[in-house]
């Protein structure tokens, strides 16, 4: 029992738990905000007052497309605000911390083993004869 006790009071467990709870709480107000003023906005330009009506009947059994409308557009509006407000910002985050390559040090070749070594080398490091100095 301790194990699972150690398991769950981890960094990343409960880190994951705020996680998906944010996300949830998110994700409901992007879905009120897409049915109090996404569609009524839509609803005025079209003329369908609430897509969550929509539906249709056959054999006696009733298909609520409207709320996939919905559910469509809260879903194409919560993937542009991660996207535009989280994605891109961590991604310019992390482009600014990226370490820069070294350039390479200038190499010549060792005259007795023919292998590269640093040009201000006195001692070749793979056949350990000295070497003259660059000119």
Do not use: W
């Amino acid at each position: 029992m301790s194990g699972f006790t150690k398991f769950l009071l981890r960094g990343n467990v409960v880190d994951l738990a705020i996680a998906v709870m944010i996300g949830a709480a998110f994700g409901a107000i992007v879905t009120s905000f897409t049915s109090g003023i996404i569609t009524p906005l839509i609803a005025a330009i079209g003329g369908q007052p609430n897509f969550s009506a929509l539906h249709f009947t056959l054999h006696h059994s009733t298909f609520k497309y409207g709320l996939v409308v919905n559910a469509a557009i809260s879903f194409v509006i919560l993937a542009a605000i991660l996207y535009f407000l989280v994605l891109l910002p961590v991604n310019r985050l992390m482009e600014r911390f990226k370490p820069t390559p070294e350039e390479p040090t200038p190499t010549r070749d060792c005259p007795h083993c023919v292998s590269a070594i640093p040009e201000t080398a006195s001692v070749c490091a793979f056949c350990t004869r000295d070497v003259a100095a660059a000119a």
